[in-house]
DNA sequence: GCCGTTTTCGGCCCGACTGTTTTCAGTCG
């Protein structure tokens, strides 16, 4: 990993080297809070707003003052950043081999059984042990037995290549289902999905369902034997787990009513950032658990959320902010961000029609968007260059603006922007003339194709796009596909101060699998001035309400009303143009 | 490894479930 390379490592690379110090560490059976204080610095490092150098070139903001980062850390965290190494981790890499990391990933293994299966059986792989499992000789060894055998089998056969995660939105369409199969339960009063889906992660690895109920037995049932539920994972008095058909685990958890906010802020996690709120209730002489606030044995709080962050001197804090990236520490200091939501929304800048790759026309799109109430839309229909949308030249867009100025003429509420999204070829130019570009009343621009250019020419590449005059919004920056394409490589510091300083809006864009930019780099770019739009990128009517996906993204990038331009009046919007 | 209205050592969030154990360890969230 550590290869030569130039200028300092990106923060998410270091972070990710922490982590594996932590991970190699757990097998290494060292001290658990310091294998945990290696994974909190991780974290943090994962939640600073600018890069790791810069940070620490400010005398005020010494990696040693972040919280949870010591001496050590700072000098393991420095040299991590300049070289991408150092010598613990040599160390540790040295002693352990990545395929005995792996073993770490398979459900119901620790270090504990990791070593104990090395020092017996020679497991030092995956494949080591799926050879052990065949050969039955995993219950030899002592602590585990056949019944433990077999679980391991049926978790090597369901998942053989890793716990899969699974898009937040097609996870939506399950935690739904379940839901409201659990809401028509005899005694049930309350159901909620927790867990990163409730603070808007944009992957899910499992659901956490959250009931209050009167009889836990028959919403447990109710449960297992729910439709599409394909195993039965364990269970209990007071929840179960389960695998879907879809491969997605689900986790049920039933509390009585007067615990329903402390489980649901225990639920909703994170786990870094609920510690954190149990230690603040340690320092009050409190205890916090899924059932309450206890001073004692007196139970002092827990019925609803709020009354778990009172409890600990906290305004409640919303649950996209929960990740222990600051939120905390905003909340005392009363400068929690006053978060965008849906409802704020007065506009869409970005669909597509059948005049390119959407599958719904004009008009059916236009109407689906009146129904939303919003105030304005922007029709972004594609180029030429994106030859699989079939996008339209100059005369097409000339054609399409004239339909346009006529249903603009016969609806009075609702504004139908002309607009276009108009791809960046590989030099940086347009695919449009600048003559075709003028006519348009917002152009939003974004990058189809050499995605791979190395970090330099792609910079290059995207901020000559943010010069050219016309170009008012930048449409998924960074080009990723979750799970199957990353972010371009480029200066993205660069990109925003470039945005920032022409008055280029940078998208958030909502389609599941795009989500970009995403939290972090939403966070970044505000703090650099930049101001953002969210677009559902609809390709059919239905796809419209996708934009709720962007807005949960952007949420969990602090980012505010004031900073998302299609939450600004139409006039505001038109007035705010680069060219206005 | 961090940290201090338990300050430089001795703590560090808290509980559920499973399996193998004969009283609890390991794992997970």
Do not use: C
Not at 153 to 182: I, K, N, V
């Amino acid at each position: 990993m550590a290869s030569s390379r130039d200028g300092p490592l990106p923060n998410t690379d270091v972070a990710r080297l922490l982590r594996e110090i932590g991970d190699l560490l757990e097998l290494d059976q060292a001290n658990p809070f310091r294998i945990r204080a290696y994974r909190n610095a991780a974290r943090v490092i994962d939640g600073l707003t600018e890069p790791i150098a810069v940070v620490d070139a400010n005398p005020e903001t010494l990696l040693e003052e972040l919280p949870g980062i010591g001496e050590d850390l700072a000098h393991t965290i420095r040299q991590l950043a300049a070289t991408g190494g150092v010598a613990l981790l040599t160390r540790l890499r040295r002693r352990i081999s990545p395929d005995e990391l792996e073993l770490l990933q398979i459900r119901g293994l620790g270090p504990k059984r990791i070593r104990a299966l090395k020092s017996g059986l020679g497991v030092r792989s995956v494949a080591d042990l799926r050879r052990a499992l065949e050969e039955e000789t995993v219950r030899t060894v002592p602590g585990l037995g056949a019944r433990s055998e077999a679980k391991l089998r049926a978790e090597l056969s369901a998942r053989p290549t890793g716990p899969p995660r699974m898009l937040r939105a097609t996870a939506a369409h399950y935690a739904s289902l379940l839901a409201d199969h659990l809401r028509a339960v005899d005694g049930v009063r309350q159901v909620e999905v927790a867990g990163s889906f409730r603070r808007g992660r944009e992957t899910v690895g499992d659901l956490d369902l959250l009931v209050s109920a009167t009889t836990p037995a028959k919403v447990i049932r109710a449960f297992t034997e729910a439709q599409g539920v394909r195993e039965l994972l364990q269970q209990g008095d007071t929840g179960a787990s389960v695998r879907l058909d879809a491969g997605l685990q689900v986790d049920l958890r039933v509390v009585p009513a007067e615990s329903f906010g402390a489980a649901l802020y225990y639920f909703t996690g994170s786990k870094a950032h609920n510690i954190a709120i149990r230690r603040l209730g340690q320092e009050r002489g409190l205890k916090i658990n899924e059932y309450g606030v206890f001073r004692g044995s007196r139970r002092i709080g827990g019925r609803t959320e709020r009354e778990v962050a009172k409890a600990v001197g906290l305004p409640w804090i919303p649950p996209e902010l929960r990740e222990d990236h600051g939120e905390i520490e905003a909340a005392r200091a009363g400068t929690l961000p006053g978060l965008v939501s849906i409802e704020d929304l007065r506009g869409d800048l970005q669909m597509h029609t059948t005049s390119s790759d959407g599958r719904d026309d004009l008009e059916t799109m236009v109407r689906a968007a009146a129904t939303k109430g919003y105030a304005y839309v922007a029709i972004t229909d594609h180029s030429p260059a994106v030859r699989v949308t079939r996008g339209l030249d100059a005369a097409g867009f000339r054609t399409q603006g004239a339909a346009i100025d006529r249903l603009n003429a016969k609806r009075g509420r609702m504004r139908v922007l002309k607009s276009v999204e108009v791809d960046i070829l590989a030099d940086g130019s347009l695919d449009l003339d600048d003559r075709s570009l003028a006519r348009f009343d917002i152009v939003t621009a974004s990058i189809h194709s050499a995605f791979e250019l190395p970090a330099d020419r792609q910079t290059r590449r995207i901020v000559r796009a943010l010069k050219h005059p016309a170009v008012q919004v930048l449409a998924h920056p960074t080009g990723r596909l979750i799970g199957e394409r990353g972010s371009m490589n480029a200066n993205w510091d660069q990109v925003f101060r470039a945005a920032a300083e022409q008055g280029v809006w940078l998208e958030v864009n909502g389609q599941p699998s795009r989500l970009d930019l995403d939290d972090a780099a939403s966070r970044r770019a505000v703090s650099l001035g930049v101001t953002l739009t969210i677009g559902s990128d609809a390709h059919s009517a239905a796809e419209l309400d996708g934009i709720r996906w962007g807005v949960d993204q952007a949420r969990r990038g602090w980012v505010s009303k004031a900073s998302v331009a299609n939450t600004w009046p139409l006039a505001t919007l038109l007035r705010r143009r680069r060219r206005s």
